[in-house]
């Protein structure tokens, strides 16, 4: 780790830490107001959050919504644009506007001192008068400490991990979480293995919605349920302790497919999954 004796570099009116969707809009305003700055991400590519996540991901927001200022999302009205389609986009979007993204860069701390911050990077440090943090609201895997005692014949992996049903092996899967991406993968998964999905999950808004008033809905979503209103403050609450609501997906497709919903996952009971209501498991792979 670096200490705070790292040699100082570059002193910058502004650093942004994060070139996801948010850095790279700040930046573009940066760039348009004629700001000096810099934006610092830690994967190798720009888009690469995107990229690295499972092969079937789509954006539950429908392409007309997905823009960043400045520059259209490329895809048809009404579609859902998948990952790697997110990814592409990011990418040309920071060469279009000659972002300037330093990628690969880990940013290991970030002190205040006096009027400005040190920013921390391997083998340096950064000045800056503002800091912008945009690594967006689950940049790394929240892996509860249960995990450690699940029995080691018992495959396990975090949803950021999985990529598709051949990575894993033969067998019952158990997926832990009943929010959007725990129902898109165990969905995906039961094509090709007997599944279980254990949560509870949040409400789903229903294909009605967005069918007839759909750009009511994401006028009202972008402008209303913001940190800056009652309601909003009220509805982050919900969404950080209960996932945010469905779309595209509902607790009623899981039947369909055939997946067995549960309660919440309580304990182990011999390194087995063992859910609120009592009852317990034998899988083979648990998300």
């Given at each position: ?22 850095g ?50 490329p895809?048809f ?57 945009a ?48 129902i ?37 979503a ?13 509805v ?52």
């Amino acid at each position: 780790m670096v200490t705070q004796n790292a040699p100082i570099t570059k002193h910058l009116p502004a650093v942004i830490i994060g070139g996801g969707q948010a850095g790279l809009a700040t930046g573009y305003f940066l760039k348009k107001a004629g700001k000096d700055f810099i934006i610092l991400d830690e994967n190798k590519n720009i888009g690469d959050s995107w990229r690295n996540r499972w092969d079937s991901l789509q954006l539950f927001t429908p392409a007309q919504h997905d823009s960043l200022p400045g520059m259209p999302f490329p895809a048809f009205k009404d579609s859902f644009p998948g990952k790697d389609q997110m990814a592409d986009y990011l990418q040309i979007y920071a060469a279009r506007f000659s972002l300037p993204v330093h990628s690969g860069v880990k940013v290991n701390h970030i002190y205040s001192s006096g009027n400005h911050y040190e920013i921390e990077l391997p083998g340096e440090k950064l000045l800056a008068d503002k800091v912008v943090i945009a690594t967006g609201t689950n940049p790394h895997p929240n892996i509860p400490s249960i995990s450690e005692h699940i029995s080691p014949d018992i495959f396990q992996i975090h949803s950021s991990s999985y990529y598709n049903p051949e990575s894993l092996p033969a067998g019952d899967v158990l997926v832990v979480g009943a929010a959007t991406s725990g129902i898109e993968i165990a969905l995906e998964i039961s094509k090709t293995h007997k599944t279980f999905i254990s949560g509870r999950p949040p409400f789903h808004i229903p294909d009605k919605v967005f069918k007839y008033a759909g750009e009511v809905y994401w006028w009202f979503a972008s402008n209303i349920l913001t940190i800056n209103t009652p309601i909003g403050k009220k509805v982050k609450e919900k969404i950080i302790h209960g996932g945010s609501p469905l779309i595209r997906v509902s607790y009623d497709d899981l039947e369909v497919a055939g997946v067995e919903t549960l309660p919440r996952l309580n304990e182990l009971n011999n390194g087995r999954p063992q859910f609120e209501n009592g009852s317990a498991l034998n899988v083979s792979s648990i998300i």
